[in-house]
C-alpha cells in the first residue's frame, strides 16, 4: 500500500472519530482540507493522522489533532476577523486557522521553527504574518484582534494579551502547571472579562516566560 493512501485512511478514521467527540462541521473541514503531514518531521509522517502530538524539535510538540479541534471550536473564529496565535510551532494550528478565513499574525521565540512554519505555510498558499518575538506581550502593532489563542500552558490568563481582544473578542488559553484546564475569556467592555474554563485537562509545553512578570496578571483558579 502506498504512504499517500494510508495516510488518506488514517485522517478519514481521525476525522470521524472527532466528528464522534463532538468538533463542528466547519472546525471538521479545515481538519479535512490541511495536510497535517507536512507540518511534522520526515521520519513521522506515516504518523501524522494519529490523535497525539508529535516532537518537531527544541523539546516542543505539534498539538494533538483533538486539542487543535477542540481550542478552534472554543475560539469561534469567522472569515475576515484579525487573529493573534501564540506558539506558531510546526504552523498546523495556523494553517487552520488561516483556511478557517482569518487574517493571522502568530509569534514563535524559536526562530528557526517560525522560519520552518513559514515555508510550509507558504507551500500551502498561506500567508500569515509570522513573527519571531516573545508571546507575553502579545503583538501590539496589529492590535485590537477578534480573536487570541495560545498554544502553550499559561501558568496564570495572560491579561496583557487579554487586553489586547476587541471588546466582545474571545481569546483561548490553557491555563495550568503539571496539566490544563482549557479557559476561554471574552471582552465584555473595557475592563471587564467574562471567563470559562472547561472540565477537560490537557497537556501543553509551557509558555515560557521570557519578560519578568508584570503585576496585572490574574491568578486562575483551577
Ligand atoms: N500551535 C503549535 C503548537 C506548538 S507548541 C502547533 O500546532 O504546532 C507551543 C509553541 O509555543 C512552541 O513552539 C514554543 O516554542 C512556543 N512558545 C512558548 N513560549 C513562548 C513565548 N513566550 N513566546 C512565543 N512562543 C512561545
Not at 475560539?75 to 504552523?91: C, N
Not at 499559561?154 to 503539571?178: D, F, T, Y
Amino acid at each position: 500500500m502506498s504512504h499517500r493512501y494510508i495516510l488518506e485512511q488514517a485522517k478519514q478514521e481521525l476525522l470521524s472519530s472527532l466528528e464522534q467527540r463532538g468538533i463542528s462541521p466547519a472546525v471538521l473541514q479545515a481538519l479535512a482540507t490541511v495536510p497535517r503531514e507536512r507540518f511534522v518531521p520526515e521520519a513521522l509522517q506515516l504518523r501524522a493522522y494519529e490523535d497525539t502530538s508529535l516532537p518537531i524539535g527544541h523539546g516542543q510538540t505539534i498539538s494533538q489533532p483533538y486539542t487543535v479541534a477542540y481550542m478552534t471550536d472554543l475560539l469561534d473564529v469567522h472569515p475576515g476577523q484579525r487573529v493573534l496565535e501564540i506558539g506558531t510551532g510546526s504552523g498546523y494550528q495556523t494553517a487552520i486557522l488561516c483556511t478557517l478565513g482569518a487574517h493571522v499574525w502568530t509569534i514563535e521565540r524559536f526562530s528557526d521553527l517560525a522560519e520552518q512554519a513559514r515555508q510550509t505555510l507558504h507551500a500551502l498558499g498561506l500567508y500569515p504574518t509570522v513573527i519571531v518575538g516573545d508571546g507575553w506581550e502579545g503583538y501590539p502593532p496589529a492590535a485590537p484582534y477578534d480573536r487570541i489563542i495560545v498554544t502553550a500552558a499559561a501558568p496564570e490568563i495572560p491579561m496583557s494579551l487579554a487586553r489586547q481582544l476587541k471588546v466582545g473578542g474571545k481569546m483561548v488559553v490553557p491555563v495550568g502547571q503539571k496539566d490544563q484546564h482549557m479557559y476561554r475569556i471574552i471582552r465584555i467592555n473595557e475592563n471587564e472579562f467574562d471567563v470559562y474554563s472547561s472540565a477537560q485537562r490537557f497537556r501543553f509545553v509551557p509558555f515560557v516566560r521570557t519578560q519578568p512578570p508584570d503585576n496585572n496578571h490574574v491568578h486562575a483558579a483551577s
